[in-house]
């Protein structure tokens, strides 16, 4: 049972767009929505989290976009670089369980 | 401050053996929890040890188990390794109570 749906799959985008990755979740139980970034030969590193209290959070390129009603969140990648070229993944935790989703494979154009 | 580290890096085994995979907990952090990676998915949660005990275990069958030592450092085992157990193991570590949990770099398990 996939917990945590993330889309797109794959995604690829000119240095300086907007990528946008979104995640839905089907259990309310969940209290905390981190995004990792995970490159080739190396574990997950956290990049940005939010309580499902907060609709928006910022930190330097990173934005995440929380819906608590429609149980959808989203991360946006300001002024992409080609050095933000990974995979991405969402996650959600519930007591001490992370819960991930699929992932998605950015790649930005130089 | 030391971050999480795994041992081996890679590691090949035959079908029906069984392995052992190490991590080493971040300095100051208390509870290991290990995540099994197959290509191209996200990290599936498999078992969290806090003071040496199991804390919480994902879908995972018996023959994955684990221990943990009074340093917080965690060993991950599986015994009569399948073909599907192939897979980039994963080690995460954290403060009780926190959200926040550092990965290490992982463990490549091949069967053949």
């Known amino acids: 049972q996939q917990q945590v749906k993330q889309s797109p799959q794959s995604l690829i985008v000119q240095k300086g767009g907007i990528p946008i990755i979104n995640c839905a979740y089907e259990?309310?139980?969940?209290?905390?929505f981190p995004w990792y970034q995970q490159f080739p030969g190396k574990g997950p590193a956290l990049l940005i989290a939010i309580r499902p209290d907060v609709s928006e959070k910022k930190e330097g390129r990173f934005t995440i976009s929380f819906n608590k009603s429609a149980k959808q969140f989203s991360l946006h990648i300001m002024d992409s670089q080609p050095g933000d070229s990974a995979t991405y993944f969402c996650?959600?935790?519930?007591?001490?369980?992370?819960?991930f989703g699929s992932g998605t494979q950015l790649t930005v154009l130089p | 401050e030391t971050g999480v580290t795994q041992s081996p890096t890679h590691l090949i085994k035959t079908r029906g053996q069984q392995v052992t995979l190490r991590c080493s907990s971040q300095?100051?952090?208390?509870?290991v929890s290990w995540y099994q990676q197959a290509l191209g998915q996200g990290p599936q949660f498999i078992f969290q040890?806090?003071?040496?005990?199991?804390?919480g275990r994902g879908n995972f069958p018996p023959r994955f188990s684990g221990l943990q030592f009074p340093n917080y450092s965690s060993e991950l085992n599986v015994n009569a390794l399948e073909l599907d157990d192939s897979a980039l193991y994963l080690c995460a570590s954290s403060r009780q109570g926190d959200t926040e949990a550092f990965f290490g770099q992982g463990t490549r398990l091949t069967v053949v």
């Open positions: 300095s100051g952090h208390n509870t």
């Open positions: 040890y806090y003071r040496e005990e199991e804390n």
């Open positions: 996650a959600a935790i519930r007591g001490r369980q992370l819960t």
């Open positions: 259990n309310t139980a969940f209290d905390y």
